[in-house]
């Protein structure tokens, strides 16, 4: 229905309320409470209805022929249908009551009490447990550009800066790297806007400027509560300082300035961590398989085998940016190795663990209000448990554990005062009493014990009446209507006392109160009432309390729990997949014996049907692998293992294979697979052109490359030039290759650059059919076996036949081949090829020497049309 353009003052108060707090948010989805629903009105009811797929329905206007749209949602189910709004991209208002109806006058006051965003969630249904939920500010300057990154559900809060030279590509690349759920953009930076917005799915939020503190940094020092920024290591910073500003001023618009749990603001460096761009998280399938997306088809899921969601987060994190310290990649090596080495309190810390609650989390819900009891039982009970793994880690007597278990301090004071407050089995709401335990207030004990008494003087009444009366049948009873009441039934009215008061007739009797029973009456639901708003108040207290005075020390409690579940977890991962310490240090070879691939041996089910492979690389002769072999031999499987090792050895874990060695790898490229990308109008080559390009415009000395099948998208003299040409660039750069290929010729290289070498994926043919050995071996091979392959993956064995004769035909008039099947003479079908008896035929490669126009050949062509006819000359 379309939405009425009504004047406000013809409006109901209620709407007019609705229209005008929606004025103030226009950018949001606008739910106000409304007795037992959350409901919308104009637009914003369209749109829930056509989005949640609820009931579009209308409210009366007078003076107006139809209906002023409306829908609605129970207040009960806010959060679910919230949660599929924010998930579509939406913000959303909530428009709460603030008084009590039962004493308001007039319209019941109403506020906006917290603007959902995907990038300012805290509540637990609608988060990740072991993902961060980033909210990213990115701001352009001069000198330097700045980024801030909050995520307001644990109160992680990092600044960075990188210099204005590197431009906007260095900003887009490290949002990439965070993966935000939303990003903050300056009105004005449209070229950073749409450089984010095409690069990556986060939400963008686009902030005016009326929205950015003047003044940042007297904004942090004022959050913050101090006279310097240099004790969080950012007092010569500029941008940053602006970028986490806005965060800030975001979410104390959307938390209605309920922040406090951000207590502390840390630098980073993008420099400090291998920088893994999307190519290369894709193609490693670090955290989803690269064709399904699937988690279990990933490296993350063969790690995590962590017991909370801080451990879960911070392995995710220590995946996501592998160290370039080897002091301290050996830090976190001595920390797994540890474990690795005593199973039994590595078994005791890991059972310990499950019972520890999200300790972060719940501490951002506190600040923000919106935690209940549970919550606040939840963090006693993984408090109790903290000295318990404390005293199970310094079993492990090793220094970096004995420093980990120094850190998990249980709180006794907090835990105390929760023990003390908070009743054992809390309701899931905070308004219904039954919140706070006996002893902690006077007050409300006393209050208690009027209900109590009270309730007992009720219950003895009836036995009272009886015996006074004569009325065996007499009842006490109770409705919320009436309150408490005598009920006698017809049968015995004769025998009521004169002075019963009658209050109601029912059909089968008559209900009667006296002066004593409503004064206890009043006396007793008075109680009750105030029972349950004193307990609100006294639970709010202790929960405030706790969020202001306890944040900082169980957030280094939640630190030290995640950083022990991860070294236990990967600790545990190793013992159970045979990983083994690798060796990491500043020299330039990287040694694997035995290298397996993590994912494809879990996935096989059992590390003996994987079959293991060396690698050698370094930057004199072993520097470029030229790799060739049929498909589905395993080329693509070397390739990732290698760079997937080299990866966890830097992350600080065990890694799949006899032993390794790994001099420091500053960054890992990967070109593998091939994919077109339709919304940015890009064919398969280009994607694979400009995924090249970054690979060789960002080598290292330092860097490992991955690549496999550069070319295929063109003809073949195209594809073969141009993987020829990136195979030299790379030996010329220095940075070590795997280049896993089927253009044959670029095993020539071997010839000509003492920096590459041959080798090939081992194949054993029996019966023109072959046999995967999976085995990397020295030198090349010069047989694709495509035909071979095209019959295991079922093509009709009619193709199949077809497919021999007309690469023979190919084969033996390879002379005229250009491009493709371009000027090839293939026979027709069924039509054998064979000469007549006193037929003279000319020697073939005479005649493609002929058909030859050496003015027009390149260097390349040139040679394998040598190579072709070397071949042909010696059958």
């Known amino acids: 229905m379309p939405t009425p353009d009504i004047p406000l003052e013809k409006l109901t108060p209620m709407l007019r309320l609705y229209v005008t707090m929606k004025l103030e948010r226009p950018d949001c989805v606008l739910f106000m409470r409304v007795g037992d629903f959350f409901e919308a009105y104009g637009d914003d009811a369209e749109l829930i209805a056509r989005e949640l ?30 949660a599929r709004l924010v998930q579509k991209g939406f913000k959303v208002a909530i428009c709460d009551q603030i008084e009590d109806p039962k004493q308001a006058k007039g319209l019941v006051k109403r506020a906006v009490t917290r603007v959902v965003t995907p990038g300012t969630l805290v509540e637990d249904a609608l988060l990740d447990a072991k993902s961060n939920n980033y909210l990213v500010a990115a701001i352009l300057s001069k000198p330097v550009n700045g980024i801030g990154v909050v995520d307001v559900s644990t109160g992680e809060f990092l600044i960075t800066e990188v210099g204005e030279d590197e431009g906007i590509a260095k900003v887009v690349e490290e949002i990439l790297r965070l993966q935000p759920a939303e990003c ?6 449209d070229e950073l806007a749409e450089a984010i917005a095409a690069a990556c799915p986060a939400t963008l939020t686009r902030l005016g400027k009326g929205k950015l503190p003047r003044l940042p940094r007297e904004a942090l020092l004022e959050h913050f509560g101090v006279q310097t920024l240099k004790g969080f290591g950012c007092d010569d910073y500029s941008a940053g300082l602006s970028a986490a500003a806005a965060l800030l001023e975001y979410l104390k618009a959307t938390h209605m300035g309920a922040v406090g749990h951000i207590r502390t603001l840390a630098t980073y460096s993008t420099e400090d961590a291998m920088y893994l761009d999307a190519s290369a998280r894709r193609n490693l399938e670090l955290t989803a398989g690269l064709y399904d ?90 408090l109790e448990r903290i000295p318990e793994v404390a005293a199970q880690a310094l079993q492990i007597e090793h220094p970096a554990i004995q420093a980990l278990a120094s850190a998990l301090d249980g709180l006794p004071a907090l835990t105390e005062l929760l023990t003390s407050a908070i009743a054992d089995e809390p309701p899931l709401t905070v308004r219904e009493g039954n919140l706070i335990k006996d002893g902690y207030d006077e007050n409300l004990d006393e209050l208690r014990q009027i209900v109590r008494g009270g309730k007992s003087w009720i219950a003895t009444l009836e036995a009272d009446e009886r015996e006074k009366t004569g009325i065996k049948s007499l009842k006490v009873g109770f409705n919320s209507v ?35 029973l409503k004064e206890m009456e009043s006396k007793v639901l008075g109680a009750e009432e105030r029972i349950n708003s004193l307990e609100y108040d006294l639970f ?38 045979r990983f083994v310490r ?59 293992q290698v760079a997937l090792i080299v990866l966890l050895a830097q992350v600080g874990s065990f890694v799949p294979a006899d032993s390794v060695r790994v001099g420091l790898v500053d960054r890992i490229f990967t070109r593998v697979g091939a994919h077109d990308d339709l919304a940015a109008g890009q064919s398969t080559f280009m994607v694979e052109m400009t995924e090249t390009a970054e690979i060789l415009n960002n080598a290292t000395e330092r860097s490992l490359v991955i690549l496999d099948e550069i070319g295929r998208g063109t003809s073949t003299f195209d594809g073969v030039s141009i993987a020829w040409a990136v195979a030299e660039f790379l030996a010329a750069r220095g940075c070590k290759t795997l280049f896993a290929t089927h253009y044959h010729l670029l095993n020539e290289l071997e010839k000509q650059l003492p920096n590459v070498k041959n080798y090939r994926i081992a194949v054993k043919e029996t019966n023109d059919r072959i046999i995967w050995l999976r085995k990397v071996l020295p030198g090349g091979t010069d047989k694709s076996y495509g035909i071979q392959v095209g019959r295991m993956a079922g093509l009709p064995p009619t193709v199949i036949e077809r497919s021999k004769e007309i690469l023979s035909d190919l084969e033996r008039d390879g002379s005229k081949r250009r491009d493709t099947l371009g000027g090839v003479s293939v026979a027709p079908k069924a039509q054998k090829l064979q000469m007549t008896l006193f037929e003279a035929e000319e020697h073939p490669v005479v005649e493609e020497l002929r058909g030859l126009d050496i003015n027009t050949l390149s260097p390349v062509e040139a040679l394998i049309a040598l190579q072709r006819l070397q071949k042909r000359a010696t059958k």
């Open 293 to 382: 997306s699937a988690r279990s088809k990933s490296l993350l899921a063969v790690l995590d085998e962590t017991r909370t969601s801080m451990g879960g987060r911070m392995l995710k994190k220590w995946l996501d940016a592998p160290l370039l310290s080897v002091e301290k990649i050996n830090a976190r090596l001595d920390a797994v190795e540890a474990f690795y080495d005593d199973a039994l309190p590595r078994g005791d810390v890991r059972d310990t663990l499950r019972g520890i609650a999200d300790l972060e989390r719940l501490m951002a819900r506190l600040s923000t209000g919106a935690a209940n009891a549970r919550d606040l039982v939840a963090l006693r009970q993984s």
């Open 540 to 577: 709010v207290s202790v929960r405030d309390y706790v969020a202001q005075e306890f944040t900082g020390p169980v957030l280094a409690v939640a630190q030290a729990v995640a950083k022990l579940d991860v070294v236990a977890a990967l600790a545990e991962v190793a013992q159970n997949n």
């Open 184 to 189: 903050l953009v300056p009105e004005g930076m």
């Open 482 to 516: 009436f309150g408490y009441f005598i009920e006698v039934t017809k049968a015995n009215l004769a025998y009521v006392p004169k002075d019963y008061i009658r209050k109601q007739t029912t059909a089968t009797g008559e209900r009667y109160i006296t002066p004593e």
């Open 53 to 82: 797929e609820i009931t579009l329905t209308g409210r009366e206007v007078q003076g107006y022929d139809g209906k002023y749209p409306m829908a609605g949602v129970p207040h009960h189910a806010l959060e679910r249908y919230m």
């Open 582 to 640: 690798p060796v990491v240090d500043t020299g330039d070879a990287l040694e694997i014996k035995g290298g397996r691939h993590p994912v494809v041996e879990r996935l096989m089910g059992s590390a003996a049907n994987f079959i293991p492979n060396d690698t050698y690389l370094d930057t004199d002769q072993q520097q470029v692998h030229i790799i060739t072999g049929p498909n589905s031999a395993g080329k693509s499987t070397v390739l990732r």
